[in-house]
């Protein structure tokens, strides 16, 4: 696994927004029998430990016409020897894998590349038969065996020949609810053990919106390639923690950097700014906001920093070069700031395993005035101090030289982020009109300038228009003022001016009023049997409304909906309707305080989200003082 | 779609010339080694960026063995003025086709201070796309706010002497160049669409130019019911002349591409013909009372025997042999097969190649070949069209935005025995709009708490509506067709609490006679009603779906278009509970319509009555044709916005007496 930055930042922020998807699954062909058979091989021609990969996989089709996306991954470690389809016991006509790059939205350029073809079966219950056979070069990069597949799998057949010449540990994953039996056998001719694992009615893989990463979920084996004693030579990969730092850390040792134009612009960032904090932040907002993330990596650029002053002058990079950067350019401004490799919370292992399958993510550490900081400029709108939920509490690997430091990313009080709306309305005619103030902190924050910095096509003010109003054009927004948007050192607010009339009901005398426009976790009830994995959310939430309406002249309130308080560990509601003496008030409060709602807390959270739905549904009545 | 074989046969242009021994004699791009910053008009300052000048430059050159070869040079400046210019301009991707061999390509970032930062070649890296288009990708380094991205390409490509420059893009272009250099005695002809400019031909030494300089061109920002890319400026041209063997003697003509389809289409050997011959007879077809029936039993057996796959372009996979016995055919094996069938029957038709309303135009006077990428059959006798190359398609429906635009019609004709073809380039008529529609039938109820509401109701699709939802029901398994069920239930009656459901007509046979597909559902709603005090809230103006709402802020930039021409009917009936009656019902009526020489081409209307306890409502919106001009938006506007205020209607239902 290569340190790709897992950029998916969040849509345009508001509860409202978050998707409680439904799964996504393809059933339109089964795999019948599938067997993978890995085994580790001396290579005399090239000194090395190779694996050679034969996988076989038999599909069956469940529909006519079924079109099967057949896809396999290689680079510059792993290559596909041969690749054979057949279907219905015939080999195909003008059959072409199609063999290219293999692009994501957060990598540019990377020598992972994909072996492609669609396999067509025609007919209902006809078989399509798929082989590769594959090596990769080095068991380094060998760290993984995913037992699920796209489609549900009858019969699968797992064995791994690890001769004893080979120091392997295999980490089971997940195998607790599946129905996974192990057998071992010793080969005394190659004195070899074959480890394999039989699987029978393994279900589809599901994609599920806010799903936990793969690793936490599937049943997989983690291989922890130690070391090797083969053809009169020692190989040693990962047999300790150590072994895996030493490896990253003399890929960084061997980046050579001109440090002229690294302290020169130190100096010019950091010049007659008064304080040492001013300075830091001054470095990393610099990085943040002027480097690009544009990911290449191309063989071992995928583990290796680019040099700082090329970052620098590119102005672009991705997260190991801008860690470096920022780590640069913090030293040659005098300050003690070191690289960092660490997993996100997409990975479901921390260090005690060493295995390239660990990280995908490189920070930079400060140690100042006795605390030690993180700086992720990947996060491009996060402010000093302030964390992203994917890396809050991960372990972390810090660069101390020959040793390391392993220590965690603190974990971020739900005050962190923050998400404020304020109006003052009154009733105009058939419309509300007022002022609205809002304020967004942390990860909100982040979330929102993201999102407006992601519509390339309007301006800031007319995406925040479209935003604010969910793109109502009814929601008539005018002498809109918006700042802190220039440094992520502030929080972002807007000020508008607003006339709408959604929510406002007038028939006869009497006025209908429902002064939540957004309704947010309206729709985020959860279908229970068909959400297969737990819900995590994207970042704990913090949000308050707070409208305040006076009454017409001559009005009274005459109803207003129930109270509404659930308070629960992982989360809280409250939503509430007063008296003002001549206003009417409405406040509002979510938290989401824990991201992580486990399947067993979704029949509760229902219960919970139908309490808030129902009061949403209620509205508060005002009638003349005369009735 | 794959381009069509015949297109691509190398066509051999005598040059009747010494052949060049060396390399080609192709211009070699440069750019100023002291580049200055450009300085834009303030008119322009609330761009993201603008292209300063766009160079494209296509050179024919004669190579050895009497072909000519074909290089591409396109050289652009683009001026970047804030932080979402250089998002868009930080990444380069530079199409070009696979196997190309590419001369050169150059890439520098010119800083507001004048400092130049070179593009080091070893960051040029190269991909290619799920479709195999092949692109030299790169990042540009440094970029600022003020800064200039400079860069240019050339690479030797297919030759190809039909071709088509977009010249407009999402900014705006302040320069466009474009120079078809060619030998001398080759003459091109250029055409411009979407916009007015005129190509000049001069001729230097040994070579023919053909020139375009557009200033000023706007940029085109997508909008809603408009076609992105036919809307965009764009030049087009062809070889029309070889002046060595014929001064007049135009090139490539409609006629001659008619001639060369036919001649492939009917290529097929008489132990091919028997054998069709031999499945004509087993099948039956030949005992059937008439063409229609021919037509559509030929369709039906050849659907669902053979395959389609569109990437199989061998010469043995497309013979007629071939396909008979594998089952598996490319385009031409495709239309030999339904050729050779219909011409055993005596079924009268005609290779029809059809163009796309989403992208390019068949211009009667302007032979681009490029631009006619879709085989259909035609029927004359009936009148109809057959989409062989698509599965998801029965007679007589083909894909919408292949019609109502030109198509090049091949009709046979003698000369002695020779049987050939001749073109004729027309309209390629759709179906009529009334059998195309999406309706509405519903009937809501309250339950006995007054907080939800029970809705029965079909949505009906048929016509050219219909082929999508008909293509999902029978291409998806049975876990899919439960989420259709329930995402199309969900938007349309606001609940996925559904307690009943099936799909009718789901077959492809029930196209041929327009039998609409319906999906019957019954379901329990809380979301269309709210309790206000004593009263209730009916939100039945969510019952129809939610609907497009238009709010033009920026003036329209491009006509009216629609996939196809259709009908929306909706009949609601409510049963008002007992003891409430309606207060408002009147919002209910909506009437927009536009009248265009008396008749009405577009409109939107709404109306109810009430009898006893049910509240009915009926609503017609008709768009009766595919393309409205720029003048006829605002009623456009008017007529679709229509459909959304209904969304807003919410009845109030009062206690009788309170």
Known sequence: MKFKLLTTTLLVTGAASLAFGRPVTDSSATISTATEAYEFVYNAKSNSVQVKEKLSTTYTANVYQASIPVAEMFNNQVSITDVDCRVDGHSLRDFKPLYTYYGSDDIFYSDEQICYFPLNIPKINGTGVVKFEETVADPRYFTSIMFQESYAVKHKEVSIKIPRWMKVDLKEYNFNSFNIKKSVQYIPGDDADVITYSIDNLPATVKESNSPGPTYIYPHLLVLCKSAKAGGHDFTYFNTIDDLYNWCHGLVKSVVANQDPITAKAKELTTGLPSDLDKIKAIFYYVQDNTRYIAFEDGIAGFKPEAADEVLRKKYGDCKGMANLTRSLLVAAGYDARLCWLGTDYIAYDYQTPSLAVGNHMICALNFQGKTYFLDATESYIGFNEYAERIQGRQVLVDNGDKYILTRIPVAAIDQNHDVEKGKFTINGENFTGSVSHLWKGEDKEGVLAGLNSIKKEKTETAMISFLSQSNPDYAISALKISGTETPDKDVSVNYDVKYKDGLSAFGKDYYVDLDRKKDLQDASIKIGERKHDFWFGHKINLSVENELTLPAGYKISEMPAPLNVVNPNYEFHVQYTDGHGKLIYKKTILIKNTHLAKTDFAQWNKDIEQLTKTYNETAVLKPVTE | ?658
């Open chain 2, 1 to 658: 779609m794959k381009k069509i074989a015949l297109l691509s046969i190398p066509i051999v242009l005598l040059s009747l010339q010494q052949l060049h021994a060396q390399g080609p004699k192709i211009e070699k791009e440069t750019w100023d080694e002291k580049p200055s910053i450009h300085t834009i008009a303030a008119k322009y300052s609330k761009e993201s960026a603008v292209v300063v000048s766009s160079k494209l430059r296509l050179e024919y050159v004669d190579e050895a063995k009497d072909e000519v070869a074909e290089y591409y040079t396109l050289h652009k400046i683009i001026h970047i003025i804030d932080d979402r210019g250089i998002e868009g301009f930080n990444k380069i991707y530079l199409g070009i086709n696979e196997d190309a061999e590419v001369v050169d390509v150059k890439a520098r970032t010119i800083l507001p201070g004048g400092k130049i930062i070179a593009l080091d070649k070893n960051n040029i890296k190269e991909i290619k796309d799920e479709k195999d288009n092949v692109y030299k990708i790169f990042a540009m380094d440094g970029l600022e706010k003020g800064c200039d991205i400079e860069y240019y390409y050339t690479y030797k490509k297919p030759t190809s002497y039909f071709g088509r420059e977009v010249v407009q893009e999402s900014i705006p272009v302040l320069q466009t160049n474009l120079r078809i250099i060619s030998p001398k005695r080759l003459k091109f002809d250029v055409k411009s669409y979407n916009f007015s400019t005129k190509a000049t031909d001069t001729v230097i030494n040994d070579n023919r130019i053909a020139e375009c300089n557009v200033i000023e061109t706007p940029g085109l920002e997508e909008e809603k019911y408009a076609y992105y890319d036919a809307n965009l400026q764009r030049i087009e041209f062809k070889l029309s002349y070889n002046e060595v063997i014929n001064k007049t003697e135009r090139l490539f003509t409609w006629n001659e591409l008619a001639k060369r389809l036919y001649s492939i289409y009917t290529d097929y050997s008489d132990k091919e013909y028997k054998a069709v011959t031999d499945l004509v007879s087993a099948n039956g077809w030949d005992k059937l009372p008439d063409e229609t029936s021919k037509i559509i039993a030929v369709e039906k057996y050849v659907k669902g025997k053979f395959s389609y796959n569109e990437q199989l372009g061998s010469k043995d996979g497309n013979s007629l042999e071939g396909v008979l016995n594998t089952k598996v055919a490319g385009t031409i094996g495709t239309m030999r097969l339904y050729g050779a069938i219909f011409n055993n029957l005596g079924v009268v038709y005609q290779f029809v190649l059809a163009g796309n309303r989403e992208k390019y135009l068949v211009d009667r006077s302007f032979e681009n070949w490029n631009n006619c990428d879709y085989p259909i059959l035609y029927f004359p006798a009936e009148n109809k069209f057959l989409a062989p190359t698509r599965p998801d398609y029965r007679y007589p429906w083909i894909v919408a935005t292949w019609g109502e635009t030109n198509g090049v019609f091949c009709k046979h004709t003698s000369i002695g025995t020779l049987s050939t073809a001749i073109a004729d380039v027309k309209n390629v008529t759709l179906e009529d709009y009334q059998k195309s529609f999406q309706n509405i039938e519903a009937r809501l109820e309250l339950n006995p708490g007054l907080d939800s509401i029970a809705i029965d109701e079909k949505q009906i699709f048929a016509g050219y509506a219909a082929i999508g939802y008909r293509d999902a029901f029978n291409y998806a398994n049975a876990d899919q067709q439960k989420d259709m069920i329930k995402e199309l239930t969900k938007a349309f009656a606001n609940s996925e609490n559904i307690l009943f459901s099936e799909v009718l007509n789901q077959d492809f046979d029930a196209e041929n006679t327009n039998l609409p597909l319906i999906l019957h559902t019954k379901t329990k709603s809380g979301e269309l009603i709210e309790q206000a005090g004593n009263k209730l809230l009916l939100k039945i103006g969510m019952a129809i779906g939610p609907q497009v709402e238009m709010y033009q802020e920026k003036p329209r930039q491009a006509p009216i278009n629609m996939e196809f021409a259709h009908v929306e009917e909706r009949k609601l009936e409510f049963i008002i509970p007992a003891g409430y009656t309606i207060s408002n019902p009147n919002d209910l009526k909506i009437n927009q319509t536009y009248i265009e020489n008396g008749q009405q081409t577009m409109g939107f209307v709404s109306d109810y009555e009430i009898k006893g306890n049910v509240l009915s409502i009926h609503i017609i919106e008709e768009y009766k044709k595919t393309d409205y001009p720029f003048n006829q938006f605002d009623q456009f506007r008017k007529i679709i916005n229509a459909s959304s205020d209904f969304n807003k209607v919410v009845l109030v239902l009062e206690k009788k007496g309170s």
